[in-house]
């Protein structure tokens, strides 16, 4: 079953062609990074602008790459919630009206879910019932995947997400947004024992993750030295903040995966592409977990992981009638249309 998939959820129009869940045919991601880079973070109004005017020529690049015609597309699919409402409107009108007049079935995915998904396309052996750390940058989850569209959410943020916590830490430096990916690059060649962090925990919730504590931390670091003339190692600034988040992710995970007796973990989202995070995990789980993580070009947002998660939400039966809608905030557990 060839799947037409599209993703405009925040700043990256995508659209793939994917086959029974797990060949990719094609994968075309449109970024606009460099815009929203000018004004330090996602402006939405320009997100939905940009949407719509690199729609039309990504799918078509989708397909083109695919070597497929519409004709030969079995269903479209298409990012519906969570996101920036007016980024996911783009995505979610765009694949009603080719739903339409094409009659094929529209397959409405979360957002986070085919984040997960993408791990079916880089191991092909993998199936739920597994642990799975979502972490983002609009979410931080531990979620059991109990089946290929039942979750469970275990463990969330209580303030900022993952990728929202590297990208203003990184902010405070000076490093251009998304400063999670460049963060990442500096903290490499940095010592992570230089500054001492807060170890951060959520009393009486052991797998939740609270990360404003650490990054105010770090902000309060940089300004001190700023303002007292003194300087500082950004490398070691980054390379200490970035130990921080990535044992408070790993402890919280773990920890979960031991009182829950998983032995299969995943790892999804733009931070699973976070090198420290990467061979944390690699090292913590050998011998003892089979660990998953996607290819790192799968981290980020892209159709590809939206066509693998829509196999199996049709497989399941879920299917839209053309007034799905787009939803900005929606629990992973949970359909909504
Ligand atoms: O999943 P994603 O592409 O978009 C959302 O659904 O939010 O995640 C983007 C987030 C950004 O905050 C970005 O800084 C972060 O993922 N990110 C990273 C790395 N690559 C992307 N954070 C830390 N280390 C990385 N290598
Ligand atoms: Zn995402």
Redesign the pocket.
């Known amino acids: 079953m060839k799947i037409l998939a599209i993703e405009s959820?925040?700043?990256?129009t995508a659209a793939a062609v994917v086959e029974d869940g797990r060949h990719v045919l094609s994968n075309i991601v449109a970024s606009q990074v460099e815009e929203h880079k000018l004004y330090g973070g996602v402006v939405p109004e320009i997100a939905s602008r940009r949407h719509a005017e690199a729609i039309v020529g990504v799918v078509d690049e989708a397909l083109n790459a695919a070597e497929c015609t519409l004709n030969e597309i079995d269903a479209i699919a298409v990012t519906y919630a969570p996101?920036l409402i007016g980024a996911l409107l783009v995505g979610v009108n765009f694949a009603k009206g080719l739903a339409l007049a094409t009659g094929k079935p529209l397959i409405p995915v979360h957002?986070?879910r085919s984040?997960i998904a993408s791990n079916y396309i880089s191991h092909q052996e993998l199936k739920p019932p597994f642990l799975c750390l979502v972490?983002?940058?609009?979410?931080s989850h531990i979620a059991q995947v109990r089946d290929y569209t039942d979750m469970k959410v275990i463990g969330r943020t209580r303030d900022d997400?993952?990728?929202?916590a590297?990208?203003k830490a990184?902010r405070a430096m000076g490093i251009p947004?998304?400063?999670?990916?460049e963060?990442?690059?500096i903290a490499e060649t940095g010592d992570d024992k230089a500054y001492p962090m807060p170890r951060p925990r959520v009393d009486g919730s052991p797998y939740d993750f609270s990360f404003s504590g650490l990054k105010t931390a770090v902000i309060n670091l940089i300004h001190n030295k700023q303002q007292k003339g003194e300087d500082f190692s950004v490398p070691d600034v980054c390379a200490s903040y970035?130990r921080a988040?990535v044992n408070f992710l790993c402890d919280n995970f773990l920890k979960a995966a031991e009182d829950l007796g998983y032995r299969t973990l995943v790892i999804?989202?733009?931070?699973?592409?976070?090198?420290?995070?990467r061979r944390e995990l690699t090292e913590r789980c050998r011998g003892k977990y089979d660990l998953y993580m996607p290819e790192?070009y799968l981290?980020?947002?892209n159709g590809a992981m939206v066509g693998a998660q829509a196999y199996y939400e049709y497989l399941a039966g879920h299917i839209a009638k053309s007034d799905l809608n787009a939803v900005a905030t929606l629990p992973i557990s949970e359909n909504c249309f």
């Open positions: 959820s925040c700043d990256e996101g957002h986070l984040h972490v983002s940058g609009g979410h997400a993952a990728g929202e590297f990208d990184a947004y998304p400063g999670g990916v963060l990442d690059k970035r988040v999804a989202g733009g931070v699973s592409a976070n090198s420290l995070l790192k981290c980020g947002d």
